[in-house]
């Protein structure tokens, strides 16, 4: 799905095709961490001041999903992690800073919806 | 009863800890860079294994391959324990040359996690950290440090893990950690250090801290080999054949009179003088009559190169050089100040290992204590005594000290490492040189304690009762002399 909305905007000439790829969004958290609630609101409503199809959120529990933290590093958590596009960025802590996380987005060329 | 203590086959660390780590709690192991505490988590960590404990070893430092590969240098065979799953390697290391960025707080529930999952799979009973500085990058608010350090703590605890916590140091004597919170949480610290004595360096280590357990304090030298950390601990376990008093020829019949019998079995004998008054002689008159009498002898010279050793003895007709063709005279003349002290023990603990000698010489062993500092060479006595008893061996060391001045004001501990203590002197008489000796101190045996008086001639010394009635002929044709000069 994803993939053929890109090509169509890329056809329309009004997105370069780099940019059309979604920006690759984990975000990690622990049922034992105080901060997870604070996370997840937070990592949502900034999530939901960009365009859908321009980010992609999954969320990772790591006590039931070790391993797949394992690919990240993953020490501290909450930890959002940029996967694509490169380079993979770390964001460590709640998200209560909103704006560094803004900033992070719109270097991948993803703006906020106005 | 429960067992409370886990060897850590580290040689000396069980005996200054006596009896190993706490089973089930965490020990931090601190340090600056370079100090071994790497060396020390690996060795540990493959010695439990060995012994049915499996362990984990998390590395966030160092890659798996790294650590494996310097485990199997130094023999402690890691990549077949992992092979064997006895122990596992993991390789947690983040990804410093991706960014990071910190927006607001969190905690260290991910790695705990992870270590968890770690703990389930392998069914470890121990885990060796290395190291929390490297886990705390970028290091965390101070009070969200402290919680973090807990809650893995906590974890371990949880988990019944004996951990081993590395972390560095800014400096040898200073804070006790860069993160400065890690002690409080653990039941156990020791520090490794590798300081700057002179101009040489000189590690040690010292546990700190050893909760609800006795432990020896302050710092012991220790070494790394070719096999790892070892660590020279004064006591040594009590060997069963040092129960019954055996006793064994000195060499010279008038000193084995002046000693009830002759030098005891198992005892480090101290024999201090002023330069010339003949302790060379008679610590090259000890060693030939041990090896005469086929026993294994090691002779340390620290004074001559080896040919001028052996030609002074044979200077006085003590034929030196064909008992050490025969084999069982070993000398090893080394200059203090191009070898470290370290060295000095590793070679002379090998060398028991190795050679089997049951008589130790070292002549002199002033020589080191010039070449350290004064702690320095407290940590050398004191390791050399341990490793001596270690083995339950016997040894002469001899000190020079200045004529006439006691000798106790330089190394006071040096009268409690040894069992036997030998002072000679010599009158500085205008007619003739008075070489003099007594026996101070004799642990476990009567002695004399009236003078006698030496002699270095041909075949070696004499050593004669120095009789109240010799001592006033000697002064009487001493006041002669005088008195034909004036």
């Not at chain 2, 601190?30 to 071994?36: L, M, N």
């Not at chain 2, 040919?307 to 008992?323: C, M, Q, S």
């Not at chain 2, 063709?325 to 191009?338: D, F, I, T």
């Not at chain 2, 130790?360 to 940590?379: P, T």
Request: charged share 25%.
């Amino acid at each position: 799905m994803g993939r053929s909305s890109s090509r169509r905007h890329a056809a329309g000439g009004r997105v370069r095709h780099r940019d059309a790829r979604p920006v690759d969004l984990v975000l990690y958290i622990s049922p034992h961490s105080r901060y997870t609630h604070a996370a997840r609101r937070n990592c949502e409503a900034l999530v939901a001041r960009f365009p859908p199809r321009r980010l992609r959120l999954e969320i990772c529990d790591v006590s039931q999903n070790p391993e797949r933290a394992e690919e990240d590093a993953v020490y501290f958590t909450p930890m959002l992690v940029k996967r694509s596009p490169l380079p993979r960025t770390f964001v460590l802590g709640d998200l209560s800073d909103a704006a560094a996380v803004v900033e992070l987005l719109e270097s991948c060329g993803v703006s906020p919806r106005r | 009863m429960m067992m409370t203590n886990i060897r850590t086959g580290v040689p000396g660390f069980d005996v200054l800890s006596a009896g190993g780590l706490p089973v089930g709690r965490s020990t931090l192991v601190v340090g600056r860079s370079g100090t071994g505490k790497t060396i020390f988590g690996l060795q540990a960590a493959s010695s439990m294994a060995r012994n049915g404990v499996k362990s984990i070893v998390v590395g966030i430092e160092e890659t798996a391959d790294d650590l494996l590969a310097t485990g199997d240098a130094l023999g402690f065979n890691l990549s077949g324990l992992f092979a064997d799953g006895r122990l596992h390697v993991a390789e947690m290391m983040r990804p410093l040359e991706e960014p990071t960025i910190v927006s607001g707080d969190y905690d260290l529930f991910g790695l705990i996690h992870r270590i968890e999952h770690l703990v389930e799979k392998t069914g470890a009973q121990a885990l060796v950290l290395d190291s929390a500085t490297a886990l705390f990058s970028p290091r965390p608010p101070e009070h969200l440090l402290r919680t973090h350090f807990f809650q893995l703590i906590h974890c371990f605890r949880r988990l019944g893990l004996t951990a081993i916590i590395l972390a560095e140091t800014p400096a040898d004597y200073s804070q006790l950690t860069t993160l400065g919170v890690e002690d409080y949480v653990c039941d156990m610290v020791v520090i490794m250090r590798l300081a700057v004595d002179g101009e040489r360096r000189r590690r040690s280590i010292e546990i700190y801290k050893y909760r609800r357990s006795p432990h020896y304090k302050g710092e012991f030298p220790c070494t790394i080999t070719t096999k790892g950390l070892a660590i020279f601990p004064l006591d040594a376990p009590d060997r069963p054949e040092a129960e019954h008093i055996e006793r064994y020829s000195s060499g010279v019949s008038g000193l084995d009179a002046m000693t009830n019998g002759g030098f005891l079995r198992n005892s480090i004998m101290l024999v201090r003088g002023p330069t010339g008054s003949g302790k060379t002689m008679l610590a090259g008159v000890f060693a030939r009559a041990g090896a005469l009498r086929g026993e294994r002898v090691v002779y340390y010279g620290f004074e001559e190169p080896r040919p001028t050793l052996i030609r002074n003895f044979d200077e006085v007709g003590l034929g030196i050089g064909d008992v050490v063709r025969a084999g069982n005279l070993k000398l090893v003349c080394r200059y203090p100040e191009a070898t470290s002290l370290e060295d000095l023990l590793v070679d002379l603990r090998l060398g028991l290992e190795e050679f089997r000698p049951s008589l130790v010489v070292m002549d002199s062993i002033s020589l080191i204590e010039h070449a350290l500092s004064e702690k320095g060479f407290r940590q050398f006595m004191i390791g050399v005594a341990s490793i001596l008893r270690g083995h339950g061996r016997s040894a002469l060391l001899t000190q020079t000290v200045l004529a006439g001045r006691a000798p106790d004001h330089t190394a006071p501990y040096l009268s409690t490492i040894a069992d036997a203590i030998l002072t000679l002197d010599y009158s500085p008489s205008a007619y003739e040189l008075n070489r003099t000796m007594r026996v101070v101190k004799m642990r476990g045996s009567a002695h004399e304690t009236h003078p006698y008086r030496l002699e270095i001639g041909a075949g070696g010394l004499t050593i004669e009762r120095w009789s109240a009635e010799g001592h006033l002929a000697s002064a009487r044709a001493e006041s002669r002399w005088t008195d034909v000069r004036s």
